[in-house]
């Protein structure tokens, strides 16, 4: 009679045990489901061609309204301050952005490309940016800095000069671990526009989607074949006209794929973007392809659509 009650110790000890294994195992498909992506927009307040009648105001008016519509928190956009000298009536841009309460950040006066400019040349572009934000984003953490180009500098020397200057004016690079190349579709959606064809612009919708969908999973590979799971992944996106046409279908698209959308500021603190929250560090790029490269890793399947966008309507 002394070891059954032993016995049945035991086997509730080993029930116990098994139950903790289950949850544990719930928790971590529950986490591995949660995957997170922070939206990014570059090129505010102006990127890309317009179709007629489009404006720079409406495009941004657009994609905070899909914004808001979806729940996003809010994001950053990284700013060109040219674009205002080129087009004036795009000013008014950073106001609707700020009374959203969206962030502003740097992307470079001129859109300077560190591989091919000058160290100096590109830090004075940097520079070049700041009254127009300390104006436009006045009261908010600015000091967010998105490569033009995504562009590093073309030697280890220049890079890690430029990430010196970045750090010695409290800039946090904005990384990128998401991008399927949304930029691309901007012109010819204007072309296709003025030429109103629609079954090209058909076209352009589905093909878009379907980059989106393919650069989702080609991500989240990486990341798991990295470290066992997802990331946070910081998107880059650009505040084209196409994009604004898009922005609901899209933000409908990662849901549908089960992400959730966080702040650029949440997504970088995971681990992953310990080199883009201090360029003080000398580290290679927060991008997933160079972590694959780093551990030797072969790149997964990345299926790319099968039109070329570029040629259409022309
Ligand atoms: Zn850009």
């Given at each position: 009679m002394q070891t059954l009650p032993l016995r049945f110790v035991a086997t509730a000890q080993r029930a116990a045990r098994?139950?903790?294994?289950?949850?544990?195992?719930?928790?971590?498909?529950?986490?591995?489901?949660?995957?997170?992506?922070?939206?990014?927009?570059?090129?505010?307040?102006?990127?890309?061609?317009?179709?007629?009648?489009?404006?720079?105001?409406?495009i941004a008016q657009k994609l905070i309204a899909a914004m808001k519509d979806a729940g996003l928190p809010p994001v950053y956009g990284f700013v060109n301050g040219v674009a205002v000298e080129r087009e004036p009536a795009s000013e008014r841009v950073f106001k609707?952005?700020?009374?959203?309460?969206?962030?502003?950040?740097?992307?470079a006066w001129s859109h300077m490309n560190l591989n091919t400019a000058t160290l100096a040349d590109w830090e004075a572009d940097v520079l070049k940016n700041e009254p127009l934000l300390e104006k436009a984003a006045a009261g908010t953490d600015w000091h967010w800095l998105r490569y033009p180009f995504l562009a590093e500098g073309d030697t280890p020397e220049k890079r890690l000069a430029a990430r010196k200057f970045l750090a010695d004016h409290?800039?946090?690079?904005?990384?990128?671990?998401m991008?399927?190349?949304?930029?691309?579709?901007?012109?010819?959606?204007?072309?296709?526009?003025?030429?109103?064809?629609?079954?090209?612009?058909?076209?352009?919708?589905?093909?878009?989607?379907?980059?989106?969908?393919?650069?989702?999973?080609?991500r989240r590979a990486m990341a798991r074949a990295l470290f066992g799971h997802d990331i946070p992944y910081v998107l880059l996106m650009h505040?084209?006209?196409?994009?604004?046409?898009?922005?609901?279908?899209?933000?409908?698209?990662?849901?549908?794929?089960?992400?959730?959308?966080?702040?650029?500021?949440?997504?970088?603190?995971d681990p992953f973007y310990k080199g883009s929250m201090n360029p003080a560090l000398d580290l290679p790029p927060d991008t997933l392809e160079s972590a694959m490269h780093a551990?030797?890793?072969?790149?997964?399947?990345?299926?790319?659509?099968?039109?070329d966008v570029n040629s259409l309507c022309r």
């Open positions: 098994a139950l903790l294994v289950l949850a544990s195992l719930l928790v971590a498909s529950a986490l591995g489901r949660a995957q997170q992506i922070a939206f990014t927009w570059d090129d505010v307040p102006a990127h890309s061609a317009m179709p007629p009648g489009e404006t720079r105001v409406a609707i952005w700020r009374d959203a309460g969206l962030f502003l950040g740097n992307h409290n800039y946090k690079i904005a990384a990128v671990t991008s399927f190349g949304d930029y691309m579709w901007n012109e010819p959606y204007a072309r296709c526009s003025a030429k109103n064809d629609t079954a090209a612009i058909a076209q352009l919708e589905t093909s878009y989607l379907d980059a989106a969908a393919a650069d989702a999973d080609f505040v084209g006209a196409f994009d604004a046409r898009m922005l609901p279908r899209l933000l409908a698209l990662y849901k549908s794929k089960g992400f959730h959308f966080v702040t650029l500021q949440e997504g970088e603190k551990k030797g890793l072969p790149l997964p399947s990345h299926p790319r659509p099968n039109i």
